[in-house]
Every structure is written in structure tokens, then in C-alpha cells.
């Protein structure tokens, strides 16, 4: 039976069995020549001379069984083209790679269809590399973390390449950035401009009013900072409609005893007139007494649903009956001093943080959201921006969400506060995410977690007024990961504390004694505290810690101090 040579076709990568018989011949009809002409040279054929006829081992040893090769029909292969095999079959020269797989020659460190064997097939989402599959993203992404992510925008990878380890990994944005381009950049929403690591709305924000570019000082793209009780409008300082602006303050020029009657530029002619001691402004007209739902504050007659320095005011205009003045960014609307931009909201983890934060725990945490006056938290879990109140998760308490952060549900949550339609909703959207690093947590790790911190019921942040009552609530944790680290045996304090305008500083609300250097998983506490909010207005800051002292202070008081996870504005 013939034997056949194995030919590979570089068109069609399909085996093709071909007859070396007349190769054999040639051979023969070589080798009986020599032997006649008895020269030495010749009386053995050259191995270079077979190797250069693709004659193998197998083909020189027929010519010895020149019968049985005559014998073998033609017509029959004696090797099936289709058989698989991992043995390399492949034509001499294909390479070591080359292997023959259901009657195809292929590159088993390259194809992903045979990748290292016949019988193994990459994945989709795999490449097959020196003979392993290997997860490959497409063109422009790189592989991080076992997903694959746009370098270019990605925040928490943002400028990856190669591997994405290490140097490689880019790096994380944080602190309100985005990630252009491959670089962490500070980017502000769509029409605000970034004044002091701030984004401002140039149209509204009194202290950049008319900002633009890059707000530069030396530009003088800036802006105003309106004063004198004006307010920012269309990005232009004016006076709230009914005021006009006299002296470089806007007055009202109905009550103002001043500027009785001022209007327009209120200069020469339009700047009204000044009533006589003993005489009040009532309706631009000097007059001896306040007209009906008019107050006497300040000799001048105002209207406490209007009026900013003296708003509520009722009665005497004395003491308690003087209503209060509105900040910079308030409005005085029916008596009651509200905020003429939507105010910023707050969460109990990173709470001064504006836009973005991200913490590593070892735990999931619960954080509440709030605002310092009552509003719709809207919020979601996914990524998305909140948007429509009941798609994106409207919590139903006012001024209040607690969500759960760091779950396969709610990795990230990004929320927005609506203030009505009389506010708005804030222009800055804030986001939070955990990464929960599951035990046994790093060596020498210890600490502790405040989360779910509400103050009467309404979230971590309240406005309250001098010596008013509050509750207080939130959830105390402490732990330790057992390593001996740098202090072994040493006890570890974990405080909670309220700053307070007594001479101390802050009250004492909690503290746990427990010993590092050996393994304490931790333990978890409610607590609750009926507390009085101090007497001088001012931003007091709920605050936890921990630290190397031995033992509490005297009674179990907790020291000051550490991060803020709450406060309270009394003003």
C-alpha cells in the first residue's frame, strides 16, 4: 500500500493527501544509475538531496518494499484527510504550532476556535494567546477588574492602559472630576462655572455673580459679589423687585425714612426724600404713622412679609418681635426667610464633601441624606442621574433618605434634593460609594463607623433655633482586625461627640474601651440621645473617632474631635 506525504495547501488550510510514488521512482532510477557507474561519490544518495524532495523517513523505507508500494491501488489514501487529531500531521515547514484539527492545519497559539488543543474554544469575549484563552476587550477598552472600561472616560480608571495594574490602572477621579480624555479634570454640570473648587451657578450665586471661563481674578471673569441686599439675576447684581438702589444698599422706598419715594437711579430728583425726626415713610410719603400691615423697625416703616433685615418682624418690632435677618442667599417670602438658591444637601458619610466620595469599609453602610430644611430627596442606586419624582426613588419621609451602600443593589448612590416649586431642585448632583472589603479585614485595622445619623427623625443634617430641644439617633460601631500592629495589648477608645459653645467645646454622647492586638469582630449600638442645641448661632459638628488613650474620660465621657458625620445649624 502506498504511503502518503502530507501536503498544506496556505489557501485553503485543508490537508491534502498526495502519492510520493513517482518521487520513490526518481530515486530509484537515481540510486541503479550511480551503482552502474561504480563511483564512491555516488554509491550512496545524499540525505540533503531527500530532504530537498520532501522525501521522509517513512518514504525511504517503501523504496525497500518496492512490492508492496506496486501492490497498493492508486485510488485509497491511506490516511483519512478529515481524521482529528492533536498529532502535527502538517506538512514539513508549517511549524511546531501548526497542528492538524478536523482536517485543518491551524496555529493551536492562535486560534480561538482550537486554542492549545483541537478541542478547546475560547469564550466571546477571549482571544486565544501562546495557547490560552484570554479575556480581550475590543478596540479602545482596556480590561480592569475583570470588565472592560473606556480609559477615556471611565472615573474610576481613568487614563488605564496595558494591564491595568498598578501604574497602569490610571487613576480614580474624585472630588467632583470627571475623567476627559484619560485625565481626572474638574467639569462642572452644564452652566455653572468652577469659582474656588466650587461649581456656581454665574446666573444666581451672589459671591460670583456674571462668572464666566475659568474665573480667574487676573481674567477678571470672576464676577460681582453683590452686597448692599442685592441678589444675583440673570447674572447681573440688582435689587429684589420693589428696592432700589440707594447708597449701595437697596431699600424699600415705600417704608425707607431715607430714601422715602426713591426710584429708578435714585439720584438728584429720584432719590426721593428723607423724613424729619419723629416722622415715618409710609407708602413713599412722609408721614407720622405705618400703614396697615406695615411694622416700625428701625424708624422706617417695613413689611415684615418682605422685608430681609427685619422678616416676620410683628408688633414693637422688639426683642423677639423683630422677626430675623435673612443671609446673602435668602429671600424674604411671607414672613419667613428662605433660600433664593436651592440649598446644598448632605449626607452622613463624607458630609462636606460636595459632589463625590468614595470610602473602603468592611461592612455595607447605611447613610442618611438630608437638608437643613424640608425637601424631597430623590435618588438612585444605579448609577443614573435622578430625574422624575417616582421613577428614580422618591423617599417618601420630607427632608430624609437612609440607604443602604455597598450591596450587589446599591454600590453607588447618586442623589438630588427638591426644595418645591417655589425653590427648585439643587443644581448639583452628589454621589457616595463603598467599597466593602469583606473579612479578614487588613492587618493592623481598627475603627469605627457612626452611620445612620438623624437628627429629629429628618436626616444628618437640622436648623435649629437657640436652646431648641433634638433627638439625636444613629448607629455606633467599633472593631478590630486582630493583628498586633503597632501598639499589642493597648486599649483603643471609641468616641462620639457634639460640639457645643460651653467651655469645653463639645458633649460627650458615647465611648467604648475594647483591646487591639487580638481579634474583635466588633459590636454594633442604637443609641439615642435628647440633647439642647447651644445658645450662640453657629454650625455644630456631630463627630466620631478613635483613639490610643487609656480608658475614657471620668463618668465614660468621650473625647473630641474626628470626623464629622452630622450637624446641626442653630441660627
Not at 480561538?112 to 479575556?135: K, W, Y
Not at 479634570?185 to 450665586?205: H, I, K, L, M, Y
Not at 451672589?206 to 448692599?228: D, E, H, Y
Request: net charge neutral; proline share 7%; charged share 15%.
Amino acid at each position: 500500500m502506498a504511503i502518503p506525504s502530507i501536503h498544506f495547501d496556505p489557501t485553503r488550510q485543508r490537508m491534502k493527501p498526495v502519492k510520493v510514488r513517482e518521487r520513490a521512482s526518481t530515486l530509484r532510477a537515481i540510486l541503479i544509475s550511480c551503482a552502474t557507474m561504480a563511483t564512491a561519490a555516488c554509491s550512496r544518495p545524499n540525505t540533503d538531496d531527500l530532504s530537498s524532495l520532501d522525501v521522509r523517513s517513512d518514504d525511504a523505507s517503501m523504496m525497500d518494499r518496492q512490492s508492496v508500494e506496486d501492490s497498493a491501488p492508486d485510488s485509497a489514501p491511506d490516511v483519512a484527510p478529515d481524521a482529528p487529531s492533536d498529532v502535527n500531521q502538517c506538512e514539513v515547514g508549517a511549524g511546531s504550532s501548526m497542528r492538524l484539527c478536523d482536517g485543518l492545519c491551524v496555529n493551536i497559539l492562535t486560534d480561538r476556535l482550537r486554542c492549545g488543543r483541537c478541542d478547546r474554544e475560547c469564550a466571546p469575549d477571549e482571544t486565544c494567546q501562546g495557547g490560552s484563552c484570554v479575556f480581550t476587550c475590543a478596540a479602545g477598552l482596556v480590561a480592569c477588574r475583570n470588565r472592560c472600561i473606556d480609559p477615556n472616560t471611565n472615573p474610576d480608571f481613568c487614563g488605564a492602559r496595558d494591564n491595568c495594574s498598578g501604574a497602569n490602572a490610571g487613576r480614580a477621579c474624585t472630588g467632583g472630576e470627571s475623567c476627559v480624555a484619560g485625565t481626572c479634570r474638574f467639569v462642572c454640570p452644564p452652566g455653572q462655572v468652577a469659582c474656588d473648587s466650587n461649581c456656581v451657578d454665574p446666573e444666581t450665586n451672589p459671591n460670583f455673580c456674571g462668572a464666566s471661563g475659568q474665573c480667574s481674578a487676573a481674567a477678571m471673569t470672576r464676577g460681582r459679589v453683590c452686597s448692599g441686599g442685592q441678589v444675583c439675576t440673570a447674572g447681573a447684581c440688582r435689587c429684589p423687585s420693589g428696592f432700589v438702589l440707594c447708597g449701595g444698599n437697596c431699600v424699600d422706598p415705600n417704608t425707607n425714612r431715607q430714601f422715602c419715594g426713591a426710584r429708578m437711579d435714585c439720584s438728584g430728583g429720584n432719590a426721593g426724600q428723607s423724613c424729619a425726626a419723629g416722622q415715618i415713610c409710609v407708602g413713599g410719603m412722609c408721614g407720622t404713622t405705618c400703614g396697615t400691615g406695615a411694622v416700625l423697625c428701625g424708624g422706617n416703616c417695613i413689611d415684615p412679609t418682605t422685608n430681609r433685615q427685619f422678616c416676620g418682624a410683628r408688633l414693637d418690632c422688639g426683642g423677639t418681635n423683630a422677626g430675623r435677618t435673612c443671609t446673602s442667599t435668602e429671600l424674604c417670602l411671607n414672613g419667613v426667610c428662605t433660600y433664593f438658591e436651592p440649598p446644598q444637601s448632605h449626607s452622613s458619610l463624607a458630609i462636606n464633601e460636595p459632589f463625590e466620595a468614595t470610602v473602603t469599609a468592611y461592612r455595607a453602610i447605611d447613610v442618611s441624606i438630608g437638608a437643613v430644611i424640608p425637601a424631597t430627596i430623590l435618588y438612585t442606586c444605579n448609577g443614573q442621574i435622578p430625574a422624575t419624582a417616582g421613577v428614580n426613588g422618591t423617599v417618601g419621609t420630607p427632608n430624609a433618605a437612609f440607604v443602604t451602600v455597598g450591596t450587589p443593589a446599591c454600590p453607588v448612590v447618586r442623589w438630588v434634593a427638591d426644595y418645591g416649586p417655589i425653590i427648585g431642585r439643587e443644581r448639583v448632583v452628589h454621589s457616595r460609594r463603598v467599597n466593602v472589603m469583606l473579612p479578614p479585614i487588613p492587618a493592623s485595622a481598627l475603627g469605627t463607623i457612626v452611620d445612620r445619623v438623624s437628627i429629629n427623625s429628618r436626616g444628618p443634617v437640622a436648623r435649629l433655633r437657640p436652646n431648641e430641644r433634638f433627638t439625636l439617633t444613629y448607629n455606633h460601631q467599633w472593631w478590630s482586625s486582630g493583628d498586633s500592629g503597632p501598639c499589642p495589648g493597648c486599649v483603643v477608645q471609641a468616641n462620639v461627640s457634639i460640639e457645643s459653645d460651653n467651655m469645653q467645646g463639645y458633649d460627650s454622647l458615647a465611648c467604648e474601651n475594647y483591646f487591639y492586638g487580638t481579634f474583635f469582630g466588633g459590636r454594633s449600638a442604637a443609641r439615642m440621645h435628647m440633647l439642647t442645641a447651644p445658645t450662640r448661632p453657629g454650625r455644630y459638628y456631630l463627630r466620631e473617632r478613635w483613639s490610643w488613650e487609656f480608658g475614657c474620660l471620668p463618668g465614660g465621657l468621650a473625647r473630641g474631635g474626628g470626623e464629622p458625620v452630622g450637624y446641626i445649624d442653630v441660627y
